[in-house]
């Protein structure tokens, strides 16, 4: 004959189950905020390795194929405050195959993909040291029709470079870090910054950095501007 | 029935909590992964840059180093992977060299652009540095101001001795990233040639009596009187020619307005004018007005005291050049006054001192004084500041004890009792090179125009 269970023993049972069902919930909610604790911070380290991989690609770029032009441009290739940092450099080179004469509106290249329409360039020529920003209009084949027309006489081999020029920002408000590229909008870049921090160190031609998330992580370090060095 | 129920919470309990935490360590192994391996990437990367740019620092060292005028083609003979060969550094990185040049003819010299692609790669690594140098080769009759220190050792000078001991054993800075040349080079400092010109005399006789002719003085074949005299010529003013000693002259800037004051034998003069443009005015009322002056002084003498007035010697686009048979001493700095907005024009030096009488010494004698250029600041306590291209066909002496000098220095001779820091600034393009080598080869350029990461799949 089977016996049902006691009152007592319904009640300990009762009591045992409730302890081991408290002590399971409150383990699991404890592991489950755990997890999003460590997927959050894996995730925000994820984003500021991101974010200083970037920095620090556009930083060595930053004077890449300017350096020639540069003596003379009216421009620095690198500008910064402490919570913003621009830097401009050459995304590719070509050199004009004929001569082009002032006021010309269309100049003749290697055919290059790099050089599309509403793209910036700067055309130079080093030995009569002039040197002029422009935009291209349109491309035909090796052709480039420009927005402007030249200021100068450009002979032939004189020099053309495709622009771009990089922005960073730092929202403090919105506590985010936000690029722009050209003549486009700052995008979010890594959000809960809560702080920023960029100096320029000209002799030796790097940046120091420091990159705040969420008053817990910090980033820090230097960074060489390879392509600042001529000799 | 009770220990089923038993079994069944505790497989549930167990399954869950190993799935949380299998989920966690394969979640947090992942990401560890992904640390390690973008470390590694970072790692593998940066070793590779230090290989190329410690292969580029040698690579310049070795092109330096080279004695480039003894190639007649260097851009072939010399640039090509029998010289500098593919090679393999100690961290197992590839660095593979191609060679190309584009020559780019120009009035008095060639200059030869030697693009040299260097790729550096390892095997183990998607990662590739792809850079690209510029080497700008001169050859022909090059001017001299194109060199930041140009000491042309004669041949009487036994004991050969390398730029860089003789820099340091004359406490000369070279501040450019240009090569100084010290030897004995061919070189064309053409006083007559640069006369002739100057003073519009047609054929090649350079004699007092076509002076004299140029400045309205009867025919004769004696030397003009002392004195200040202006060589104008179709409403231009081509030069000023000064006969005698100058006991002062000096140099003042004010509203893109160029004020020189000249003091001979105690009576002082003016002259005002705008560089490249029509506006002229002096003491003498038949050259006042709207006359274009080239900017040209010759002295055919010594200038006793070259000096600058107030903050600035010189407006930002005067070109002046000022030509000295006998000793030009300069008393002060000489320096751009503030620059305004000349924004698409890279600095260059306003003067350009001439110094010396060879193949002139039948016709001017630079009143018995050797020629040469002395550095004599009044002022001994701070550092004098030089925005001057030199050229002096004798002999270069420093009294300061710190000279700074932004623009070029060609000498035969040197002394100097401090340091001389030189900054080189290019002079304009002559019209005329009469101040050049005679067939020289010449690295004016090491660029490195860009390093940058390629990606393969």
């Known amino acids: 004959m089977i016996k049902g269970f006691s009152i007592l023993e319904l009640i300990v049972a009762l009591t045992i189950g409730l302890t081991i069902l408290v002590f399971v919930i409150s383990n699991v909610s404890e592991s489950t905020g755990h997890t999003k604790r460590i997927i959050g911070s894996q995730e925000r380290m994820e984003s500021i390795f991101h974010t200083v991989e970037m920095i620090r690609s556009d930083l060595t770029k930053c004077g890449m194929r300017l350096l020639e032009p540069a003596k003379f441009l009216g421009f620095p290739l690198f500008v910064n405050s402490d919570y913003s940092f621009k830097v401009i450099y050459g995304m590719d080179t070509e050199m004009l195959i004929d001569d082009a004469a002032e006021s010309a509106t269309v100049i003749t290249i290697n055919r290059n993909d790099f050089f599309r329409k509403g793209k910036r360039i700067v055309i130079y020529d080093p030995d009569n040291r002039n040197y002029q920003i422009n935009e291209i209009q349109a491309v035909d084949g090796d052709q480039l029709t420009l927005t402007a027309g030249l200021q100068d006489d450009y002979p032939k081999n004189s020099s053309v470079v495709v622009v771009k020029e990089v922005e960073y920002k730092h929202y403090a408000e919105q506590n985010t870090l936000k690029r722009k590229v050209n003549k486009g909008y700052f995008q979010p870049l890594i959000e809960e910054v809560t702080d920023f921090y960029v100096k320029f160190f000209p002799e030796s031609c790097s940046v120091l950095y420091r990159i705040e998330v969420n008053k817990k992580e910090q980033i820090r370090g230097y960074i060489f501007m390879t392509n600042m060095v001529t000799r | ?457």
């Open chain 2, 1 to 457: 029935m009770k220990n089923k129920g038993n079994i069944l919470v505790s497989v549930v309990f167990v399954t869950f909590l190993a799935f949380v935490g299998i989920s966690l360590l394969t979640f947090t192994v992942m990401h560890t992964k992904i640390v390690r391996a973008r470390t590694v990437k970072l790692v593998k990367t940066d070793r590779i840059y230090q290989d190329l740019i410690y292969h580029l620092h040698h690579f310049r060292e070795k092109v330096f180093n080279e004695k480039i005028r003894e190639f007649s083609q260097p851009e072939q003979e010399y640039f090509n992977n029998t010289c500098f060969p593919d090679i393999t550094t100690q961290n197992q990185h590839q660095i593979i060299h191609s060679f190309d040049y584009v020559e780019i003819p120009k009035a008095f010299y060639t200059k030869t652009r030697v693009i040299v692609t260097l790729d550096a790669s390892s095997g183990t690594s998607s990662c590739c540095l792809n850079s690209q140098v510029f080497i700008d080769i001169l050859s022909g009759k090059i001017p001299l101001t194109m060199f930041p220190f140009f000491m042309n050792r004669g041949t009487e000078d036994p004991i050969p001795v390398d730029a860089e001991t003789f820099l340091r054993e004359n406490n000369v800075i070279n501040k450019s990233d240009k090569k100084v040349v010290i030897d004995d080079v061919d070189a064309e400092v053409s006083m007559h040639e640069f006369l002739i010109d100057a003073l519009k005399i047609t054929g090649t006789n350079l004699s007092w009596r076509e002076i004299r002719e140029k400045f309205g003085f009867p025919p004769s074949d004696e030397p003009i009187p002392p004195g200040i005299y202006f060589l104008v010529e179709d409403g231009i003013l081509e030069a000023i020619f000064i006969q005698g000693d100058i006991e002062r002259m000096i140099f003042s800037a004010r509203d893109q307005v160029q004020k020189i004051r000249l003091i001979k034998n105690t009576v002082p003069y003016e002259l005002y004018y705008k560089p490249k443009e029509t506006y002229f005015e002096c003491w003498d009322y038949s050259v006042t007005g709207e006359i274009l002056y080239q900017e040209k002084i010759i002295v055919n003498g010594s200038v006793w005291s070259i000096e600058q007035e107030s903050d600035g010697a010189f407006v930002e686009l005067s070109d002046i050049t000022l030509l000295v048979t006998g000793k030009a001493v300069i008393r002060s700095n000489l320096e751009t006054a503030e620059p305004y907005l000349s924004l698409r024009q890279s600095k260059l030096s306003n003067l350009k001192l001439v110094c010396g009488k060879e193949h002139l010494e039948h016709l001017f004698d630079g009143g018995g004084t050797e020629s040469g250029v002395v550095i004599d600041n009044v002022d001994k306590t701070n550092p004098t500041d030089l925005q001057v291209s030199v050229i002096v066909d004798g002999k270069f002496t420093n009294k300061d004890q710190d000279l700074k000098l932004s623009g070029s220095l060609y000498c035969k001779d040197l002394e100097n009792t401090g340091t001389i820091e030189i900054n080189h600034i290019d002079a304009a393009v002559p019209e005329n090179n009469y101040f050049s080598t005679m067939d020289f080869k010449y690295i004016n350029q090491f660029l490195i125009h860009f390093i940058e990461e390629v990606y393969y799949d």
